[in-house]
């Protein structure tokens, strides 16, 4: 099964024709151009589906344009995954980074009036680290399917609590998106257990 991502993320190099570069460019410029237009689908669908519910964070059915725009971005977002997923895993590369500011400073030095201690620091570093580790694989290889819907769980586990701007790597919305990128990991290894031993 091929994606769009197949056709947009081509080598992009200084190598090669001045044609075959304009080609590449304007493949990466699709990909971006996608990427964006599904992340505008995609917040404007929890507003109106998840981050509008009287009670925080449930679902509002009855929503029809919401979840078109959810359907759409889903579209889009799994369809292009192969381009994007390093961008948030370069996200949780910055945010490991900072949790280990915060914990050789003793407090959270971007947002001084918001508190953050450290063994909350640790647990996001310890979130972030694991989180990187589970897509490090998916840098030598093409995304399968499984890996796509990880990733896009992944995604919509930080996109779910986005409107308070509050994430803790205890809640269970940030651990099913790492567990579903733990669930891709082990499907991975037993496929590749499996050819080995065949």
């Not at 980074?97 to 570093?125: H, N, P, W, Y």
Request: charged letters at 15%.
């Amino acid at each position: 099964m091929r994606f769009i991502d197949s056709y947009l993320s081509s080598n992009v190099g200084t190598r090669g024709t001045a044609k075959e570069q304009a080609k590449s460019g304007l493949r990466l410029g699709i990909g971006l151009g996608l990427f964006l237009i599904a992340g505008m689908l995609l917040s404007s669908g929890m507003g109106r589906v998840v981050w509008s519910a009287s009670s925080p964070h449930y679902v509002v059915w009855p929503e029809p344009i919401g979840w078109l725009e959810l359907t759409l971005a889903t579209a889009i977002l799994l369809s292009t995954a192969g381009g994007w997923w390093m961008l948030l895993a370069g996200c949780m590369v910055l945010g490991s980074v900072k949790c280990v500011i915060v914990l050789l400073g003793g407090g959270d030095v971007f947002a001084s009036q918001a508190t953050l201690t450290r063994l909350e620091a640790v647990e996001l570093l310890v979130f972030a680290v694991a989180s990187v580790v589970l897509m490090l694989r998916l840098w030598k290889k093409p995304l399968t399917i499984i890996d796509r819907v990880a990733v896009m769980l992944y995604l919509y586990s930080f996109m779910w609590h986005a409107d308070r701007v509050e994430f803790s790597a205890a809640g269970p919305g940030l651990a099913l998106g790492l567990f579903a990128l733990l669930v891709a990991w082990c499907v991975h290894w037993w496929r590749a257990d499996k050819k080995d031993s065949a």
